[in-house]
């Protein structure tokens, strides 16, 4: 499975902005996908997952209520749509997919990673 990440950008505190993952190479039905972010001198550290098939998502305390995650089966894509942006919330995005049908926020249970979009919110 391939992975391209994508939307990254600058913005300012209290704006939106959606990233977008396309997954490519096979089929990817029974996945999770998952986004991860990791901020300058920080630890790579989960953001959200959603199991492809029903779409059931799950969220870090951080970002509950902000981003969304969601999927589009026909496009083979995954986004993350990110509003009341922080400046906590500046790192580098990536997305990723676990090939099992059972979730996971561990970063070492996800078996493909895309090669991140990097988000900056200044204040």
């Known amino acids: 499975v391939q992975l391209q990440a994508s939307g990254g950008g600058l913005v300012q505190a209290g704006d939106s902005l959606r990233l977008s993952c396309v997954a490519s190479?096979?089929?990817?039905?029974?996945?999770?996908m998952g986004w991860f972010r990791q901020a300058p001198g920080k630890e790579r550290e989960f953001v959200a997952w959603?199991?492809?098939?029903?779409?059931?998502?799950d969220y870090a305390e951080s970002v509950r209520g902000r981003f969304t995650i969601s999927r589009d089966n026909g496009k083979n894509s995954v986004y993350l749509q990110m509003h009341s942006l922080k400046p906590e919330d500046t790192a580098v995005y990536y997305c990723?997919?676990?090939?099992?049908?059972?979730?996971?926020?561990?970063?070492?249970?996800?078996?493909?990673w895309g090669q991140g979009t990097l988000v900056t919110v200044s204040s």
């Open positions: 190479g096979r089929t990817i039905s029974r996945c999770i």
């Open positions: 990723a997919a676990r090939d099992s049908a059972f979730v996971s926020r561990a970063i070492n249970e996800y078996d493909y």
């Open positions: 959603i199991r492809w098939s029903s779409g059931g998502s």
